[in-house]
């Protein structure tokens, strides 16, 4: 089963417009949604969440339509904006007793060892978290009420690289069953380097590409050779750089053809967006 299928959505600001977005996530993975400061990440998490209204397309989770279903529906989300604010002034405690009336399969067990894995304590008040802390207590929230599709916002950025790793082997714990989905967005690419299995990417309000994480990567290459060469493969590749060594850039692996003297390399995910981002400055 589809744990999410997105089909054209579409949004419209003044200065930006969202333009058919469409991908999809089995039930069981994990998918990482990347692109630039300004790409349409959060806007496109807010419409997934009916938070904001759509100017067209459809958002079905878990087979059902989110627009229809929407209060059925969040019974099994689990969302977290990672610079959420909360209420500064109550104690977690009484927050967390607020918010679990809402959900019918509120799990306090969960909760409690959600709260010691993460070193969260219930009598501190939200104003005394740190960023971290406020990040890993939205996602204690998310994780406690049964939830089989994770909606993360930049779930990593405010933690350090420990409890980053810790966060993403319970990522792999979570999916490991099979009923649980995971999305999550974020500019940390070493992050969806150990733990995705799917990637999708937005640029300038577009999905650029969504795929397996190896197939993605594929998609691309990374050449690299003397500057005398780069006249041969110019004008196809996406992005380049030249340094006293030559150039190196980007280039889609359907309009590659091999030549002598240029070298061809699986890119990373990071240098996939950096290459993308460099284009678009090319054309502001
Ligand atoms: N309520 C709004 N009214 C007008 N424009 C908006 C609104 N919300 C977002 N935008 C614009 O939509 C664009 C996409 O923003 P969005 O927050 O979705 O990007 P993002 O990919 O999540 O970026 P970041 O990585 O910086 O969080 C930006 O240009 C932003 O200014």
Redesign the pocket.
């Known amino acids: 089963m589809l744990a999410l299928d997105i089909r054209n959505l579409t ?1 419209h ?4 417009q ?1 333009r058919d977005v469409s991908f999809q996530l089995e039930q069981g993975y994990i998918m990482g949604f990347i ?12 419409l997934m969440m009916n938070m ?1 209204r759509a100017d067209g397309g459809e958002v079905r989770i878990l087979g059902k339509n989110m627009a229809e279903r929407e209060l059925e529906l969040k019974q099994e989300i689990g969302c977290a904006f990672g610079g959420i604010e909360f209420y500064a002034r109550s104690k977690i405690k009484t927050l967390t007793d607020t918010i679990k009336r809402f959900y019918q399969h509120w799990d306090e067990a969960a909760y409690s060892g959600y709260l010691r894995r993460f070193k969260l304590n219930e009598n501190k008040k939200v104003a005394e978290l740190s960023t971290g802390m406020k990040v890993k207590y939205s996602l204690a929230l998310a994780l406690s009420h049964g939830a089989k599709l994770l909606i993360l ?2 779930p990593t950025s405010g933690l350090d690289p420990v409890a980053r790793d810790d966060l993403l082997d319970l990522f792999q714990e979570l999916v490991a069953g099979g009923e649980i989905s995971i999305l999550f ?1 974020t ?1 940390i690419t070493s992050d969806l380097e150990k733990c995705a299995d799917f990637i999708t990417f ?1 640029a300038d ?1 577009q999905i650029m590409h969504s795929a397996d994480k190896e197939a993605f990567k594929e998609t691309y290459r990374l050449l690299s050779g003397d500057e005398s060469r780069l006249n041969l493969v110019k004008e196809r590749m996406i992005a380049y750089k030249i340094n006293s060594f030559g150039f190196t850039g980007l280039i889609r692996s359907a309009d590659f053809v091999p030549h002598p003297g240029i070298q061809a390399a699986t890119p990373s995910l990071e240098e996939i967006m950096i290459y993308f981002a460099k284009k678009e400055q090319a054309y502001v």
């Open positions: 949004k600001y003044p200065q930006f969202l692109g630039a400061n300004g790409a349409g990440k959060t806007t496109t998490i807010k904001i916002d930049e967005s500019h937005i309000g």
